[in-house]
């Protein structure tokens, strides 16, 4: 195992080891993305090396910090997010094992994060160029409560509700964690039972939500009904349009999107732009709230403009423009020449590279 010195270039790396103090006391376990804070602490303790993680897979913080940081994400942010995430998944381990952290513990896994994005954004363009599939219930508990931060700021709801969707998006999947991991990580298709159980996630992440200590009704409601859709067609109750609460609409939206952006067990990602032609698909299909559908998926292609892109018949392009009627098939530019794809319909935006 590689042994460190205690200086500032361990910030964002990851710890091999548990680490003790000489009187015997855990002071950072193992996996532990290193901030400039836990660097003080060492420093104080008069703790001169620490062993962290080379194998890329022993870490899997530092091949996502690797790949945003190398995508040009700022570094502050970087460790941020991966802060974010371990301590999302220590505490996704607690409720794995029957313990119930408090609302506030939670909170304070997601806020700093969300406030960070809320300022930077190059983060956020970022996260959607990451490739692997690990960690991605800790990963997709992040990304949603962001999205849903976001889709509550661009429909002008006040702070107390922007950040209560924060966390109805943090806290949307909660249940996953007693489904069981064969059905979760399962690469092939789902039996009926097992589909049946999946779904039970939303029940689940209700009850566990309705007996967290200081937790709100709609955290509960949401995690209950992110899966129904306006027209009847979702579970686990069927409601139709106004049966379901904005939030949950609002959670549905930053779901769907996420899953379909990010690499899976059984699938590889989809470009936000493809993501967005679904979900304006669903839109219009009656299925997800347009109100919340076209703000959102506006801001997003926004976003990446300037960035270069693969289509789906391999050629790089770099998007130059985005149109106010078909957010989703921007103006590109292919070498010397511009290419509105709103006039090439076989062509789509099939992988952002950065
Ligand atoms: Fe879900």
Redesign the pocket.
Known sequence: MPMASVNPELVGKVLAEDLYSDAGVLLLPRRTVLTAAHVNSLRKQRITRVSIAEDLSEGNGEKISAQLLDKGGDREIVVCYLEAMEQTRRLFERVDIGQMPSLHEFCQAFQTLADQVGERLGLFRSLYVLEGADSYTYRHSLNVGILCTLIARLLKWDEERISLMGAAGFL??IGKTRVPREILLKPGKLTDEEFAEMKR??VYGYEILKQMEDAHETLAICALL??ERLDGSGYPDGRKDEQIPLECQVVAVA?MFDAICSDRVYKQRTSPFEAARMLWKEACDGLLNIEIVSPFVHYIAQLYVGAKARLNNGEEVQVILIHRDEPMRPLVRRQGEFVDLRNHRQLCIDKMLG
């Open positions: 949307h999947d996630h939303t992110h899966h779901d």
